[in-house]
């Protein structure tokens, strides 16, 4: 009896202490974020640093300062966890590069963006997988099937253009910076459809049925998502269109924004689709219709909110991918033989820069041809630009390789703690050393740009914020009757994006905006902005 009473007061003790230990660590880890963005601020006008970059030293350093007071037993505050990242730390991220996206930059250049961010990706994706099969078949480092070499393609062909979009002027370099932005969110988007299509398929017996299956998957998926995603959106801009929550609280309408674009990835994940297209185009969406359907408060709010909230993630992931990067846990079963992890990391590096170099300069060649205007066409040096944001690899593939290689954190096979210390190590070599060079690199190449360290919260496709945003929503916007009319054929093969801009906005105007309201749809009730706008009208004439 005492001895039951004795272990039930030990167990509370013990759970107790845990608890006591989480909350410790949470204070840490929110210290820590604050530090980051301190420092980061600092060092904002340097010639080498960015805030990535400072966030995933702080990380490294902590997670040294740790590993030395634990004996050598951890260097975490948090177990990183695929879950933690997929489902609460991407979704804000993404959604705010859709949200706060310059749509008609991106539009125009959308074909562009596509060969970059889903051709391009499934060329390295090919590459690397490739590559892998062929090396890692000739060294020892344990039993790795089909499905992981091709899993590795997928988990390295997710790039991280952060280091890239922070130095990078828009204004003087749009569609530069158009591209790289937008091939950074539709790269991610095609890695992890890719990586999701090898997981749902047994690949140890393929042949011609099974690789049209998968073909047919990816393509499912990437179209499903991206309906989704549009669908939610317009939904959303129709509720508040027709119910116009702000006449009795903006807070509602502001929190109906936040839930339904959560609630489009949230859905994409129940139908086992691409939750990153569905809640980037949501976000498009929700910018183009919603966002002009709310009160101006609640426009300011959304702009800021989804802003800060990306900003913070971002510096989460990098925190948390600084102290993960020295568990000593996955170390241990690569410390007795040193070399192999560090040729594996060499061998993934040289083949992330190949397939990187094999459809940017190919795809730009083919790009160039179908554009006449040489303010269209990307120059050889924005050429290497875009090769050189695609070299570096951060919070996705480190998420896709705990996801394959690891259970609940942990891994206990050699050749899986493998991976994941050369996924680790390229991680950190490519946005540190190739980050640190990225200022010099674009200085060197675009000397007659304007190359500013980004305002805080502004990054990348991971982390987009308010420049984008301008002081409003950008909306597919030219004055109609400034668009002339193709006189000939030569013409209208010279100037397409101008045509289809045109069509759209004029098939926006007529069915879209009627239904779904967006800018010149607000609606007239009792204290709404437009209303408001109305009565000062007869005053000003």
Same mark, same amino acid.
């Given at each position: 009896?005492?001895?039951?009473?004795?272990?039930?007061?030990?167990?509370?003790?013990?759970?107790?202490?845990?608890?006591? /230990?989480?909350?410790?660590?949470?204070?840490?880890?929110?210290?820590?974020?604050?530090?980051?963005?301190? #420092?980061?601020?600092?060092?904002?006008?340097?010639?080498?640093?960015?805030?990535?970059?400072?966030?995933?030293?702080?990380?490294?350093?902590?997670?040294?300062?740790?590993?030395?007071?634990?004996?050598?037993? $951890?260097?975490?505050?948090?177990?990183? =966890?695929?879950?933690?990242?997929?489902?609460?730390?991407?979704?804000?991220?993404?959604?705010? /590069?859709?949200?706060?996206?310059? !749509?008609?930059?991106?539009?125009?250049?959308?074909?562009?963006?596509?060969?970059?961010?889903?051709?391009?990706?499934?060329?390295?994706?090919?590459?690397? $997988?490739?590559?892998?099969? !062929?090396?890692? !078949?000739?060294?020892?480092?344990?039993?790795?099937?089909?499905?992981?070499?091709?899993?590795?393609?997928? #988990?390295?062909?997710?790039?991280?253009?952060?280091?890239?979009?922070?130095?990078?002027?828009?204004?003087?370099?749009?569609?530069?910076?158009?591209?790289?932005?937008?091939?950074? %969110?539709?790269? @991610?988007?095609?890695?992890?459809?890719?990586?999701?299509?090898?997981?749902?398929? @047994?690949?140890?017996?393929?042949?011609?049925?099974?690789?049209?299956?998968?073909?047919?998957?990816?393509?499912?998926?990437?179209?499903?998502?991206?309906?989704?995603?549009?669908?939610?959106?317009?939904?959303?801009?129709?509720?508040?269109?027709?119910?116009?929550?702000?006449?009795?609280?903006? @807070?509602?309408?502001?929190?109906?924004?936040?839930?339904?674009?959560?609630? $489009?990835?949230?859905?994409?994940?129940?139908?086992?689709?691409?939750? #990153?297209?569905? %809640?980037?185009?949501?976000?498009?969406?929700?910018?183009?219709?919603?966002?002009?359907?709310?009160?101006?408060?609640?426009?300011?709010?959304?702009?800021?909110?989804?802003?800060?909230? =990306?900003?913070?993630?971002?510096?989460?992931?990098?925190?948390?991918?600084?102290? @993960?990067?020295?568990?000593?846990?996955?170390?241990?079963f690569v410390n007795d033989r040193p070399g192999t992890s560090i040729i594996v990391s060499s061998v993934l590096l040289a083949l992330v820069m190949a397939g990187r170099a094999a459809f940017v300069f190919p795809l730009s060649f083919l790009s160039n041809l179908a554009h006449k205007s040489a303010n269209e066409k990307i120059s050889f040096?924005?050429?290497?630009?875009?090769?050189?944001?695609?070299?570096?690899?951060?919070?996705?593939?480190?998420?896709?390789?705990?996801?394959?290689?690891?259970?609940?954190?942990?891994?206990?096979?050699?050749?899986?703690?493998?991976?994941?210390?050369?996924?680790?190590?390229?991680?950190?070599?490519?946005?540190?050393?190739?980050?640190?060079?990225?200022?010099?690199?674009?200085?060197?190449?675009?000397?007659?740009?304007?190359?500013?360290?980004?305002?805080?919260?502004?990054?990348?496709?991971?982390?987009?914020?308010?420049?984008?945003?301008?002081?409003?929503?950008? =909306?597919?916007?030219?004055?109609?009757?400034?668009?002339?009319?193709?006189?000939?054929?030569?013409?209208?093969?010279?100037?397409?994006?101008?045509? %289809?801009?045109?069509?759209?906005?004029?098939?926006?105007?007529?069915?879209?905006?009627?239904?779904?309201?967006?800018?010149?749809?607000?609606?007239?009730?009792?204290?709404?902005?437009?209303?408001?706008?109305?009565?000062?009208?007869?005053?000003?004439?």
């Open positions: 009896m005492v001895a039951s009473q004795l272990a039930a007061v030990l167990s509370k003790l013990q759970t107790l202490y845990s608890d006591h /230990a989480s909350v410790v660590s949470m204070n840490l880890f929110v210290a820590l974020l604050c530090a980051s963005i301190v #420092i980061g601020h600092l060092l904002e006008e340097n010639r080498w640093m960015n805030e990535s970059i400072t966030a995933l030293a702080i990380g490294l350093c902590t997670g040294v300062v740790i590993l030395l007071t634990s004996g050598g037993k $951890s260097s975490r505050l948090l177990v990183f =966890s695929e879950d933690l990242f997929f489902i609460y730390l991407l979704p804000p991220i993404i959604f705010n /590069a859709g949200f706060s996206v310059k !749509k008609k930059q991106f539009f125009r250049n959308f074909i562009t963006i596509m060969l970059f961010g889903a051709v391009g990706t499934l060329i390295s994706w090919s590459i690397i $997988s490739f590559g892998v099969i !062929k090396f890692f !078949k000739e060294m020892d480092i344990g039993s790795l099937e089909i499905g992981d070499f091709l899993a590795i393609g997928a #988990i390295f062909a997710a790039t991280d253009s952060v280091c890239t979009l922070q130095v990078l002027n828009q204004d003087e370099t749009p569609l530069l910076y158009s591209l790289v932005f937008g091939e950074g %969110v539709v790269n @991610d988007a095609t890695s992890v459809v890719l990586f999701n299509a090898i997981q749902s398929f @047994d690949l140890t017996n393929t042949n011609h049925r099974i690789a049209l299956e998968f073909i047919g998957s990816f393509l499912y998926l990437f179209l499903a998502s991206t309906l989704l995603g549009v669908a939610v959106g317009l939904v959303s801009a129709y509720i508040i269109k027709t119910l116009y929550f702000g006449r009795h609280s903006t @807070d509602r309408e502001f929190a109906l924004m936040m839930l339904m674009a959560y609630l $489009s990835y949230i859905m994409a994940e129940l139908f086992y689709l691409s939750g #990153i297209l569905t %809640v980037f185009f949501c976000g498009i969406v929700m910018s183009h219709y919603t966002w002009h359907n709310v009160t101006e408060s609640s426009r300011i709010t959304s702009k800021h909110a989804f802003a800060t909230l =990306s900003f913070v993630c971002e510096t989460f992931i990098f925190l948390h991918v600084g102290m @993960d990067a020295l568990d000593i846990e996955t170390w241990k040096r924005q050429q290497i630009i875009i090769w050189w944001a695609g070299l570096m690899r951060g919070a996705v593939s480190m998420a896709l390789a705990y996801n394959q290689f690891t259970r609940a954190g942990h891994t206990q096979l050699r050749c899986n703690a493998i991976m994941i210390t050369s996924t680790i190590t390229v991680v950190l070599f490519s946005t540190v050393v190739f980050g640190l060079m990225t200022k010099p690199l674009i200085r060197f190449l675009l000397p007659n740009s304007k190359v500013t360290s980004a305002p805080s919260g502004s990054s990348s496709p991971k982390s987009i914020t308010v420049p984008f945003l301008g002081s409003t929503q950008d =909306s597919f916007e030219d004055s109609p009757k400034g668009v002339q009319q193709p006189s000939s054929i030569r013409a209208l093969l010279t100037t397409p994006t101008h045509t %289809v801009h045109y069509y759209w906005r004029k098939f926006d105007n007529a069915f879209m905006r009627p239904v779904f309201g967006g800018r010149g749809f607000v609606p007239f009730v009792p204290g709404s902005p437009a209303e408001r706008s109305e009565h000062k009208l007869p005053q000003l004439q």
